[in-house]
């Protein structure tokens, strides 16, 4: 569903990744995951256009895609839940939801029930401005968000960052929910490992940029998994 190869990246004359090839696939979990300043948040950066890559191709949905902006990428299926959740702190949970409607046709624009089956406190805080809402709850309405945008492939930043243990379990139901329902691609960077190990399907480690270790969860073991993370 997602492919780059001999991905670069600079952010002005410094290198940042180093020819990044991966692949993220439908009804799978990929998780790139390593220690702080490697380069995990970059590299999503770099697939979703919000930093042009350098040099390297891309693949979505099994199309090559040219560098073109965020936005360009979005309508191509590729919606990205950012570090630090980027709601609109003075719209109401409602009014972030329906942002997620300008890149769906008119007859679409409503919030589909699921939303508030896998996430029951967006429809009991519906009214209240997404700023006075906790950082979990900012959270689940950030990835409520990118679901509305139905989109193929799935970028998720850190997204346990600073939440309290239940909602921790409850974003990693959704992410089972939404890998068992097949036909989304999910690119999970992950610093928490037992989340991180238990949803994913596909392991990328990155070390100064570039790919330190690649493997399914059935090649790789976790204990060689967590030694490469940690050092």
Known sequence: MLKTEGLTLHYGGSQILHGISMEAKAGAVTCIMGTNGV????????????????AGRLWLDGQEVPKCPP?????????VVPQGRMI?????????????FSLLPKADHRIPAEIYDLFPVLKDMAHRRGGD???????????????IMRPKVLLLDEPTEGIQPN????????????KGR???????????????YDLADQFYVLKRGAVAMEGSKAALTKDSLRATVSV
Request: aromatic fraction near 6%.
């Open 39 to 54: 380069g995990k948040t970059s590299l999503l950066k770099a697939m979703a256009g919000t930093h042009p890559r350098s």
């Open 133 to 147: 809402l906790s950082g979990g709850q900012q959270q689940q309405l950030a990835i409520a968000r990118a679901m």
């Open 167 to 178: 909602i921790i379990q409850q974003i990693g139901r959704v992410i089972s929910y939404l």
């Open 182 to 196: 097949g036909g989304m691609a999910i690119v999970l960077v992950e610093q928490y490992f037992e989340f991180a």
């Open 71 to 79: 936005q360009a990428m979005a309508k191509r299926g590729l919606a």
């Open 88 to 100: 609109f702190p003075l719209l109401t949970v409602t009014e972030n939801l329906q942002t997620g």
